[in-house]
């Protein structure tokens, strides 16, 4: 008998009926002797429906009150579950992330887990309940006032509640079954994963696949709770996402998969004079407006004039404001122009297996070259290599790096239609 | 400087534009140098749509999951007040039934409040902020689980939280503005009423006015919380419920109003023997299915042979049901038949003055007779006389002892669109 903590995603419970299939699942895994813990999202648009409400009545909403606001649609779906788990003969009872013991920090909106005292839902599993806890809420220890996680915060509910009743594995249900070499709709034999480790997992969620939210796959691995990505739809046992890249043999360790992002746009500084600070300046200028950088290049400058030229990717929806900011202080130092493109797109190969394959790099690089795709960024890590290319060049890139590195099945993969978030 | 507690109801917090009003409203009160804790029922038709998404995931859903889901209503009502309060430049802080320390008995769907412990409330107040408690639920002392009050809860939430604040009002806003001689949409002079004693409202409230929940004036009554009635549409100040009958001087005691009620039925009993335990079977049988009696009446049997006729009523949905509990014995208890009725409505006089006015039972019936006007059944209280007519008779009623009591204002009575709860 293990304890299995499974969690549902708003898109498993947009309808009724969608949660009344859910229960069946749930109530299947109980049957076969398990202890069940369920955390579920709120149904389908909930949370987008009660932010236009909030916006509508007070555009900069207090954050206590925007949590008291969200944690309703959790409330809602979890309870529901509970009713048609019920239906089905099994016993369920709902518990808020407060009365599971879900400690945070103080902040609203974006709070941290700080601590998971699930005594109530313990003694439930010991009376032979199955245990609905609501995801993406907690309580604060100073306040006590209802805080939420941020987005994706379901994910790490799942986990931390996972972690903290020492279960055998936490399932992450969504309309996905499992992790693929490629995007199944941009790469046709796409082949699912049966397993890779956490690192791994990383940094394909660092790069662009939306399978798993990377703060989940953090606290998982810090807590070495093994996850399972499955489908809501399927008995697909799907990809398990456990272990250390460390404890994979050498001559196991393989190529994970192909990654695409098209959430980014590149932004170029020209004609900086090269000296120390220049580069800080920027990227304070940047990070003072809480703008993520993800890929950064820095020319050689040129020898006749000692000028150099900064280039640097940030989130596509942060692109604009990114550019006003460095736009505002263009002048006073003396750059020559500040360019934004947002047609680019990155393409990324990860896997264990690159620390033992020399030739990676070679091969990536000459894959594209030979399909007449330029590069126009590189970075790179112990076990990943993402560059930046077209954004409409993306779906042949990925192809192509994926026949290359022959990570394809024999068999047409399955194509879902949603994103499973 | 007073402390208010102001309850609105769904219809009042309908849209994202009337929760903005409401706000606006409750922030004038405080600017006046009030301290404010507001009540707030769920939004609009909230309470319903989730009870239909319950009906659909399981028909019979367990009570305790019932009021997780139902009580997610109220929080969000909540909040957005809150949210749209601080619009406004003042300060607000939303609570849950359980912060603000509505403790409850253990029953869920219907639970009774045990105790209100308001020290978070209480507290926030002496911040000078505005609080805001969700209404129609509490916490139970053994479980701590959430619970919910029932029909017309939140205005219980209300007086329970005045009571034990120690409020100098409760206000409640609906869309009519105060209590009324009788129905404006029945009777086009009905006057509204400055003022009258909770004995008073507890009449009308039994005999169908749906101004305020039964349950809340008796509440305000035990603790001596006066009430007003009052629109969320206008400044009129509304009724005032306060006082005890026993202390109005008698050459002051006036009739109060007119009420009308066709939600219930009409079951009569033929041909019972007419010996001891003959009715306590019928009643019997009609309480152990929970539905509840209003009206009795038992003929005087006739000589010949010794049967009788016993006819009562009780509400309209509950009708069919008590007809099939009494079929059901109807052979081995010997009636000659079970009589259903639904085409029956009950007017009713109540007023403090009748206690000093002797003939108001003789005018009452003389009126009926004058219309032609067919009475049923009889029952009386000591500030009450209601009778039970045809249906369709009901309005002529209201209107000819509307104008007999002499009852009427000058002027024509507002129409609201609404009912208000």
């Known amino acids: 008998m293990a304890l299995i903590v499974q969690k549902y995603g708003g898109s498993s419970l947009e309808t009724a009926e969608r949660i009344r299939a859910v229960a069946e699942r749930i109530v299947a895994t109980k049957k076969q002797g398990h202890d069940v ?43 529901l579950v509970a009713m048609a788990i019920e239906s089905f003969g099994a016993k369920a009872q709902s518990f808020t992330g407060s009365q599971a013991g879900v400690i945070t920090t103080e902040k609203h909106g974006n709070a941290r887990i700080v601590e998971v005292t699930p005594g109530r839902v313990r003694e439930a599993l010991d009376k032979g309940r ?21 987005r994706g915060g379901s994910d790490t509910t799942a986990v931390a509640l996972a972690a903290a009743l020492k279960a055998d594995v936490c399932e992450i249900y969504s309309d996905v079954d499992g992790v693929y070499t490629a995007d199944p709709r941009i790469v046709s034999n796409a082949k699912k994963l049966e397993k890779l480790s956490f690192e791994e997992m990383l940094e394909l969620a660092a790069v662009g696949s939306k399978i798993l939210v990377l703060r989940s796959v ?56 090269d000296s120390p600070g220049a580069a800080a300046k920027i990227f304070r200028t940047v990070a003072d407006a809480e703008i993520n950088i993800d890929m950064v290049l820095q020319n050689v400058s040129a020898i006749e004039n000692n000028l150099t030229d900064i280039t640097f990717t940030c989130p596509r929806s942060e692109g604009p404001r990114a550019v006003e900011m460095l736009k505002k202080i263009q002048e006073a130092e003396g750059w020559a122009n500040v360019l934004y493109d947002d047609q ?18 070679a091969t990536f690089c000459e894959t594209l070259r030979d399909h007449g795709i330029n590069i126009e960024l590189i970075s790179t890590s112990e076990i990943r290599i993402s560059v930046l290319i077209r954004e409409s060049e993306l779906p042949e890139a990925a192809r192509a790096l994926h026949a290359a590195f022959e990570l394809g099945g024999d068999e047409e993969a399955k194509v879902y239609a949603g994103t499973g978030r």
């Open 218 to 273: 953090e606290y998982a691995r810090a807590f070495g709770v093994p996850m399972r990505v499955r489908s809501s739809y399927s008995n697909d046992p799907g990809t398990l996402v456990a272990g250390s890249m460390e404890d994979i043999p050498v001559e196991e360790a393989t190529l994970t998969g192909v990654a695409t992002d098209n959430s980014e746009a590149k932004i170029t500084i020209v004609g900086i004079q």
């Open 130 to 150: 199955i245990c609905l806890v609501a995801g993406f809420q907690g309580v604060n220890r100073e306040s006590k006032d209802v805080t939420t996680l941020g």
């Open 37 to 79: 813990v369920v955390v579920c999202s709120a149904m389908g648009d909930t949370t987008d429906e009660l932010l236009d409400l909030a916006a509508q009545v007070n555009p900069v909403p207090p954050g206590r009150e925007m949590d008291m606001l969200l944690t309703a649609g959790e409330r809602i779906s979890n309870a």
């Open 344 to 361: 680019v797109g990155k393409v990324s190969l990860v896997g264990a297996g690159m620390k033992s394959h020399p030739g990676v790099t």
